[in-house]
């Protein structure tokens, strides 16, 4: 047999293509006869380079050179292309198996939702594609799967699967088609067959693949056999021993696949010979002697007494890069692919199956101007286009609640007919005018509602009509009572998203379907359109759940990166994933994501069978997956004389293990692997010269004319606490934007019982009796409660509430008596006796005025109620501040009288609805005394303040106020001096 194979440091596309053309005989005619069969189309891609460069650069007519993952669209044997019925379109077959799991009713746990359903039709089809590959019946070989004590169990499951085994197999015989995979594995045995009867007469050589495919094994123990057909094996290793009573290495071992290989086409480990005579003499080892000590690493469980036959000291050529999280590793890698650069003609590629840290790595070269070759793609459903009717669909079936909508309308696409930059300056317009804030009711017309109590409404009215009549084809299906086709629901999407994305100069399909992205967008939604016709018709709320179905797992090759700079990516820094790395070489490799659960992965068998399932009916055990990988590990560790194996100590803020093949390494070496030093980069590069140098907290002095000269009460305790907050707020006249639709809570609460209470006030005189108070009340709390707009449900968790808090003040008015005097929410002013002039404004809940000529000021509390101690403190200010005012006449004549009781009413309507809570009760004299006190210091802040050599200092706690939170705490940039002061004060104790 023709079994040859190249050893792991050895280039091998380089020497793949240098033994061709050493074959050939330097004839061009020769060369070009004859096929060459790769595992990837990138390898294959690769190859042509690769004679490109052995041929130092002289133009070659090339052989055919195929993909085994091409055959269905170039196929070998044109008689058996034509024999075989036609593939399924992959999206037509996923439409109707999600058809069969939604006609199914929720049997069997099925879902009921096409949104759901279609995730499993993915599953489903997965399974049918992996045992067609195996060469299994499902239909005969499922019913026996179970064991006997999950039999009960497994015939749930074995309804389900009827749909493969049953229903689908009927679908495909009535319409004439094949399973893509089952199509792929019948082109291979065909063309198997093919050499078999009649041997071609030119060169055929198979190389790189490692047979993991029943069929593509097939196919090489007949490429062995030909007259000039030869098989070559990546980094075969023959000499592993097996375990007691094995016939194979372990699963999780590199070699096991290609052993596998070996006796699937009746061969031995012995029938494989080196190709040491086709390598040409100046293609030396990448890294030399690394290979044979991996082997010796990675050897299984039976061979590991051959490390005590001497230690090895170090793998030459490897660092070992540990960096404090997956954020550092992806700046560490940035840095030591950018280094590469430096050497002449050198080639760096990162090798990893994280995605996550291919995005970051490529976001971190372009810090250095570096735009990175990432072959395997980016994710469909991220990109711009994508993203865009990701957002409209939701916004839709969230009746343009304010957060969807805002992300839609200040999406890069989103124009309305207008230029996008005038969109999105809208956009922020009608955030702030309408959409801060309580959430506005829903749909055009709660925006148009809100619109019409703001000032900017004719500017914004016309944006809002552009909105509508580019939602239009959604709005429309919107009133819709019945389900809705899926197709109509796609295509209303896809024209909507049209009409939102045209400019004043160009159509939304141009800009929406341009570049690699939307080409891709378009051709994926448009099979999808067809497609969706085999789908009953569904809520409309699942559009946002099957558009994002439809997306899954599509990759785009697109060159975003590119746009808007001058040049190509970078023609000597890669990133590739493990299939796309096989059989490539480079100077300088990073293996990066080298974790359990990442790099090997983590094995499951998948949502249909357990293992011993799995092996009854002869499908491959997940481990296989580990050994695949750890045969891409060490080929890609010796494909360069650099390597860097990198695997992070943390991982989304956990302990990360290191990949066995590491824990390994550290065990049989003698000397620990190197630690590259990027991590050390990393940590200095944004760090400034010397020492830090931390900034003091903001004390600004504005001039004595732009102090204010009005403050209300709630301002002079801010005063009090943090001065800076009231300089954000009137001098820089900065008002904190209130919050995007946020969720009704105790604020709210504290607004109705507020409401109902000034309300109920009014009405308190012509009150009998405390049952008619609390009719009374319960009615205002009602009507506050229809006022305020919220959730029907919250609505009802607060009514008994509020019912308690009605009977409660209920009761404690009836014991109280009548007052002279009664007001709610009175308002009031005091002009102070401060230089310039000072106004102090302020409104009380309540103040009463009795028959004996005292004042009593009354403060409801929802929230937590302020200590006697802070308000004795000065910290808590409002009630003797207002006592203050009520001294001098500020809340009229009525109330011109020094206050004899200060209290807070707390109610909560919980378990204790109500509590009274008076400040200094029987205590007179303490009650002046404090009233004094805050006044006096009133006095001497507002003194202070008018000198414009007093600062407003920034306070992040005030003292007694370890809660303060402050509105324009960022805006101070109090997160970097209050660290630098508390290790300062650390320091001096």
């Known amino acids: 047999m023709n079994l040859f194979t190249l050893p792991a440091d050895i280039p091998f596309l380089d020497a793949i293509a240098a033994a061709w053309l050493a074959d050939a005989g330097g004839t061009p005619a020769a060369v070009a006869e004859g096929?060459?069969?790769?595992?990837?189309?990138?390898?294959?891609?690769?190859?042509?380079?690769?004679?490109?460069?052995?041929?130092?650069?002289?133009?070659?007519?090339?052989?055919?050179?195929?993909?085994?993952?091409?055959?269905?669209?170039?196929?070998?044997?044109?008689?058996?292309?034509?024999?075989?019925?036609?593939?399924?379109?992959?999206?037509?077959?996923?439409?109707?198996?999600?058809?069969?799991?939604?006609?199914?009713?929720?049997?069997?746990?099925?879902?009921?939702?096409?949104?759901?359903?279609?995730?499993?039709?993915?599953?489903?089809?997965?399974?049918?594609?992996?045992?067609?590959?195996?060469?299994?019946?499902?239909?005969?070989a499922l019913p026996g799967a179970a064991q006997r004590q999950f039999a009960r169990h497994w015939q749930q499951t074995l309804t389900f699967l009827a749909i493969v085994t049953r229903a689908w197999p009927q679908w495909l015989a009535e319409n004439t088609a094949m399973n893509p995979a089952a199509r792929e594995v019948a082109l291979i045995a065909a063309q198997a067959e093919a050499w078999r009867r009649a041997p071609p007469k030119t060169r055929v050589w198979a190389a790189g693949s490692t047979g993991g495919i029943p069929a593509v094994a097939r196919l090489l123990g007949v490429v062995a056999r030909l007259p000039r057909g030869r098989v070559v094996l990546p980094g075969f290793d023959a000499d592993v021993p097996a375990e007691e009573g094995a016939a194979f290495p372990p699963e999780t071992h590199p070699a096991a696949a290609m052993h596998r290989l070996l006796a699937a086409i009746g061969a031995s480990p012995g029938d494989v010979r080196p190709w040491d005579e086709m390598l040409p003499a100046g293609l030396a080892a990448r890294a030399p002697g690394r290979a044979a000590i991996l082997a010796r690493a990675l050897l299984p469980a039976a061979g590991l007494d051959r490390w005590r036959k001497g230690r090895v000291a170090a793998?030459?050529?490897?660092?070992?890069?540990?960096?404090?999280?997956?954020?550092?590793?992806?700046?560490?890698?940035?840095?030591?692919?950018?280094?590469?650069?430096?050497?002449?003609?050198?080639?760096?590629?990162?090798?990893?199956?994280?995605?996550?840290?291919?995005?970051?790595?490529?976001?971190?070269?372009?810090?250095?101007?570096?735009?990175?070759?990432?072959?395997?793609?980016?994710?469909?459903?991220?990109?711009?286009?994508?993203?865009?009717?990701?957002?409209?669909?939701?916004?839709?079936?969230?009746?343009?609640?304010?957060?969807?909508?805002?992300?839609?309308?200040?999406?890069?696409?989103?124009?309305?007919?207008?230029?996008?930059?005038?969109?999105?300056?809208?956009?922020?317009?009608?955030?702030?005018?309408?959409?801060?804030?309580?959430?506005?009711?829903?749909?055009?017309?709660?925006?148009?509602?809100?619109?019409?109590?703001?000032?900017?409404?004719?500017?914004?009215?016309?944006?809002?009509?552009?909105?509508?009549?580019?939602?239009?084809?959604?709005?429309?299906?919107?009133?819709?009572v019945a389900s809705v086709p899926a197709e109509t629901l796609l295509a209303a999407v896809i024209e909507a998203g049209e009409a939102l994305a045209a400019t004043e100069g160009e159509s939304g399909a141009a800009r929406l379907w341009a570049y690699e992205e939307g080409v891709a967008l378009a051709e994926l939604l448009s099979e999808a359109l067809a497609a969706l016709t085999v789908l009953p018709p569904l809520a409309v709320a699942s559009l946002p759940g099957l558009l994002d179905a439809l997306l899954a797992g599509a990759v785009v090759r697109s060159r975003r990166a590119l746009r808007g700079r001058d040049g190509a990516e970078h023609p000597r820094i890669f990133i590739w994933g493990l299939l796309e790395a096989r059989l490539q070489s480079a100077e300088l490799i990073v293996l990066?994501?080298?974790?359990?659960?990442?790099?090997?992965?983590?094995?499951?068998?998948?949502?249909?069978?357990?293992?011993?399932?799995?092996?009854?009916?002869?499908?491959?055990?997940?481990?296989?997956?580990?050994?695949?990988?750890?045969?891409?590990?060490?080929?890609?560790?010796?494909?360069?004389?650099?390597?860097?194996?990198?695997?992070?100590?943390?991982?989304?803020?956990?302990?990360?293990?290191?990949?066995?093949?590491?824990?390994?390494?550290?065990?049989?070496?003698?000397?620990?692997?190197?630690?590259?030093?990027?991590?050390?980069?990393?940590?200095?590069?944004?760090?400034?010269?010397?020492?830090?140098?931390?900034?003091?907290?903001?004390?600004?002095?504005?001039?004595?004319?732009?102090r204010p000269r009005r403050l209300t009460v709630t301002e002079i305790e801010t005063l009090f606490a943090d001065p800076y907050a009231i300089y954000a707020r009137h001098i820089l006249r900065l008002t904190p934007l209130a919050p995007l639709d946020p969720p009704i809570g105790r604020a709210d609460f504290g607004v109705i019982v507020h409401r109902a209470l000034r309300r109920f006030c009014d009405r308190l005189p012509a009150l009998p009796n405390a049952a008619a108070m609390a009719a009374a009340l319960d009615n205002e709390f009602e009507t506050a409660l229809l006022q305020t707009a919220i959730r029907p449900a919250l609505a009802a968790w607060w009514r008994p509430r509020l019912r308690r808090i009605a009977d409660w003040i209920a009761g404690w008015e009836a014991a109280r008596g009548h007052a002279k005097h009664r007001a709610a929410e009175r308002a009031g002013e005091w002009l102070l006796p401060v230089a310039g002039g000072f106004t102090l404004a302020g409104r009380a809940d309540r103040i009463e005025r009795h028959e004996d000529g005292g004042i009593v000021l009354i403060d409801f509390k929802t929230g937590t109620v302020p200590r006697e101690s802070e308000v004795a403190e000065g910290t808590a200010p409002q009630l003797p501040l207002e006592a203050a005012m009520a001294e001098v006449g500020a809340f009229g004549d009525e109330f011109c009288a020094p206050a004899v009781s200060l209290l807070y009413l707390h109610l909560t309507g919980g378990v204790t609805p109500g509590a009274e809570h008076v400040l200094f009760a029987g205590d007179h004299a303490t009650l002046r005394q404090i009233i004094a006190a805050t006044k006096t210091r009133l006095l001497t802040v507002l003194e202070a303040f008018a000198d414009e050599a007093t600062p407003y200092q920034a306070t992040p706690s005030p003292p007694g106020r370890a809660s303060w939170r402050s509105d324009y705490a960022a805006l101070a940039r109090q997160s970097e001096w209050q660290v630098a002061s508390v290790e300062a004060s650390d320091d001096d104790g």
């Open 35 to 140: 096929l060459i069969l790769l595992p990837t189309r990138r390898a294959a891609r690769a190859l042509a380079e690769a004679f490109l460069r052995q041929s130092g650069g002289q133009p070659l007519l090339l052989p055919r050179i195929i993909a085994f993952g091409a055959l269905d669209e170039t196929p070998l044997a044109l008689a058996g292309a034509l024999d075989l019925p036609p593939s399924v379109p992959p999206m037509l077959r996923l439409a109707h198996l999600t058809r069969l799991i939604l006609a199914l009713d929720g049997a069997s746990g099925a879902p009921r939702s096409a949104e759901r359903a279609w995730p499993l039709a993915v599953e489903l089809a997965a399974l049918m594609d992996e045992a067609e590959r195996e060469g299994i019946d499902l239909a005969s």
């Open 315 to 480: 793998l030459p050529g490897a660092t070992r890069l540990e960096a404090a999280d997956e954020h550092q590793e992806a700046q560490a890698i940035a840095l030591i692919l950018r280094g590469a650069l430096e050497r002449p003609g050198a080639r760096a590629a990162l090798v990893t199956p994280d995605r996550d840290l291919a995005v970051r790595v490529t976001a971190e070269l372009a810090r250095y101007g570096v735009v990175a070759d990432d072959s395997a793609g980016e994710a469909l459903r991220e990109t711009p286009p994508a993203v865009f009717l990701r957002l409209l669909a939701a916004a839709w079936v969230e009746d343009l609640a304010p957060v969807p909508l805002l992300a839609l309308l200040k999406h890069p696409y989103t124009a309305a007919g207008l230029t996008p930059e005038a969109a999105r300056d809208l956009a922020r317009r009608l955030e702030r005018a309408v959409l801060r804030g309580p959430r506005p009711p829903g749909g055009i017309v709660g925006l148009r509602r809100v619109l019409a109590e703001v000032a900017e409404r004719e500017a914004l009215e016309d944006f809002v009509t552009r909105i509508e009549v580019a939602l239009a084809p959604l709005l429309r299906l919107g009133s819709a």
């Open 592 to 706: 990066g994501g080298l974790a359990e659960g990442v790099w090997p992965p983590g094995v499951d068998p998948g949502p249909w069978l357990s293992r011993p399932m799995r092996a009854a009916i002869g499908l491959p055990s997940p481990e296989a997956a580990i050994g695949q990988s750890a045969h891409d590990f060490v080929m890609a560790a010796c494909a360069a004389p650099e390597v860097v194996l990198s695997c992070p100590r943390r991982r989304e803020r956990a302990p990360v293990v290191p990949a066995r093949w590491l824990t390994r390494l550290d065990a049989m070496l003698e000397t620990p692997l190197p630690r590259h030093p990027a991590a050390e980069w990393v940590a200095a590069i944004d760090q400034p010269e010397g020492k830090p140098r931390p900034v003091p907290p903001p004390a600004p002095r504005p001039p004595a004319n732009l």
